[in-house]
């Protein structure tokens, strides 16, 4: 993404963006956060759920999002695919429309209609829950055309090569192509949800803890899987977990969050290798 | 005569009825809500079309009433001794051309409707979601996205499966290039007749108090891929030829399959009226027998 004077611009700007729960209070930010120690606002008993977290994402980059629970990251994460909206803050997002032209768009702000056109054909969502990801009453075929037809594909010989060629990308057997998800295991049911992210060719592909609760050697070869993908799509990627291997592996920059709040960010080596914040050091040394 | 104070509803239901199908007209294909009113027959057995026709009629009209392209089957003989009964001045009749209100059951007649005419069709279902979709709120959502994508799958299931969509009625159709309607559950058959018809459409459904419209002269796609496209029912013989009516002979028109008591099969018009016109044309006399 290159704009007039010919400077890199990030593929999304978010600035304070901020969600809470509950009705709210002028005091609910003061009052919450790391030196509280709460995201529960004392006052009027609102979830903070983020508070004023600011990144930018440059195209082709995986940012890693990291925090124990309850520290905000899926509700980055479902702000960003407009699965839920701020309170407060803009995340700009830049790509192209329909027909090419340049666009800019607040993801904290668009309508309707501009949010379904967004998750329909420029973002993409793998969760954790496969659940939530896939419609189990259809085949993991049926599954990918949804997206493509989505997009705006129109021919029923075009959506089966692309469901069939998604799949053998994602090491799905191509015979598999017409089972229903409830057939598959765990790893390959979230394969089948990275194949149906990824049929609209997404410029942003959002991952909400993609291996939690699978084993080891699952995790590899979805990891792997991933970086591939990364690497010949170039879609930038948000990546949310807990776990500071999948953020060492897949992510060159990482937010460190926690109530709500992003404690700690910069390059991922930096991070896990020499950790500033009290929080991180905490969460470091704990994964050792 | 106030036309808000005539036959069976009273001015109030009558002017809702009539309120809600001009907002249906005005947005086609878009399932607008009204109050259902309680009815002398049960729920289930045509109260949607019932109460649109009933805010319709006037001393003026001349009505048909066809249930499965019958007139006299029992349905369509009750509800047309009902609306005789409590509009007094409407006249029936069972020639499709002689009408200007058709209330239908799962039907549209062979004969081409002229400007000027109203189809009420009975509607058990009026969203075409609801077999994708269990959530109302969801649905809502979808309709007011333009998300119709779930609808596409059924039918790339069914090619998958079948190599064929196997949607034999309420087969979904895009109205005006914008809400995707249930057109009730008429025949494939029937579909392309609302394409660009003369005749304004209204659909009821008294159970679920919806009420949706295709305008004079609307065009009304059914969906389909753009390389599998859209087929009616062909009607075929073994031999590849179609079947013809043994009573008209006629073979463009859609065929009901009737068992023989001795085995086998024959094959007849379904719309009765347009069956009875080619034979009294065909006849001598001038009248069928």
């Known amino acids: 993404m290159i704009d007039h004077a010919g400077e890199p611009q990030p593929i999304l700007d978010a600035a304070g963006l901020t969600r809470i729960h509950g009705r709210g209070c002028p005091d609910c930010l003061a009052l919450t956060g790391d030196g509280p120690g709460t995201n529960i606002c004392p006052r009027c008993r609102s979830v903070v759920a983020l508070a004023g977290v600011s990144f930018r994402l440059w195209p082709g980059e995986i940012l890693g999002v990291m925090g124990e629970s309850g520290s905000g990251k899926s509700s980055l994460a479902r702000l960003l695919h407009l699965d839920d909206r701020a309170t407060a803050g803009q995340a700009w997002w830049r790509g192209e429309d329909d027909d090419g032209s340049a666009l800019r768009l607040d993801l904290a702000a668009t309508d309707g209609w501009r949010a379904r056109w967004l998750r329909d054909r420029r973002l993409g969502m793998v969760h954790q829950n496969p659940h939530l990801g896939l419609n189990f009453a259809v085949s993991a075929g049926g599954n990918i055309a949804e997206r493509l037809l989505c997009a705006g594909e129109g021919s029923f010989a075009a959506v089966r090569r692309r469901a069939l060629g998604l799949l053998a990308r994602t090491e799905v057997p191509r015979g598999r192509v017409d089972h229903k998800p409830g057939q598959f295991s765990g790893g390959m049911q979230q394969r089948v949800q990275i194949a149906r992210a990824l049929a609209p060719q997404p ?27 990364q690497r010949e799509t170039g879609v930038a990627m948000v990546v949310v977990t807990h776990d500071l291997g999948v953020v060492r592996l897949l992510a060159g920059r990482t937010l460190v969050m926690r109530h709500g709040r992003v404690v700690e960010s910069g390059l991922t080596d930096q991070i896990l290798e020499d950790p500033q914040h009290p929080y991180t050091q905490q969460l470091v040394s704990a994964a050792l | 005569m106030d036309a808000d104070s005539f036959g069976f509803l009273d001015a109030g239901a009558r002017r809702e009825l009539r309120r809600a199908c001009f907002k249906a007209v005005c947005i086609p294909g878009y399932q607008v809500p009204y109050a259902s009113r309680e009815m002398p027959i049960a729920r289930g057995f045509g109260t949607g079309g019932l109460q649109i026709t009933l805010s319709l009629l006037t001393p003026e009209d001349t009505l048909k009433v066809i249930d499965q392209g019958a007139d006299d089957s029992v349905n369509a003989v009750n509800l047309r001794r009902f609306l005789l009964a409590t509009c007094p001045g409407v006249s029936a009749t069972t020639r499709t051309g002689e009408a200007t209100v058709i209330q239908t059951r799962h039907r ?17 279902y009026p969203d075409p979601l609801q077999i994708v979709e269990p959530s109302e709120s969801r649905r809502r959502r979808m309709h007011a996205e333009g998300d119709y994508a779930r609808l596409w799958v059924r ?52 159970r679920e108090k919806k009420v949706y419209a295709v305008p004079p002269w609307t065009v009304v796609e059914p969906l389909a891929f753009s390389d599998v496209p859209f087929q009616v029912e062909a009607f075929r013989r073994a031999d590849g030829g179609r079947h013809a009516c043994t009573r008209c002979g006629a073979d463009d028109s859609y065929l009901d399959e009737i068992p023989l008591p001795g085995g086998g099969r024959r094959w007849q018009c379904n719309d009765q009226d347009h069956c009875d016109g080619r034979l009294a044309a065909r006849s001598p006399a001038g009248a069928a027998p």
């Open chain 1, 203 to 229: 410029s942003l592909l959002l991952l909400d803890e993609v291996t939690t609760g699978l084993d080891c050697s699952v995790q590899a070869r979805i990891l792997d899987l991933i970086l591939e993908i």
């Open chain 2, 108 to 124: 549209v007649p062979e004969t081409a409707l002229r400007s000027g005419q109203i189809m009420v069709y009975q509607v058990p």
């Open chain 2, 155 to 206: 039918l790339y299931e069914d090619l998958v499966r079948f190599r064929e969509v196997a949607i034999s009625n309420r087969y979904p159709a895009r109205v005006h290039g914008r809400y995707v309607i249930d057109p009730s559950p008429i025949p494939r058959w029937d579909l392309p007749k609302l394409h660009r018809s003369a005749a304004l459409h209204l659909f009821g459904a008294g």
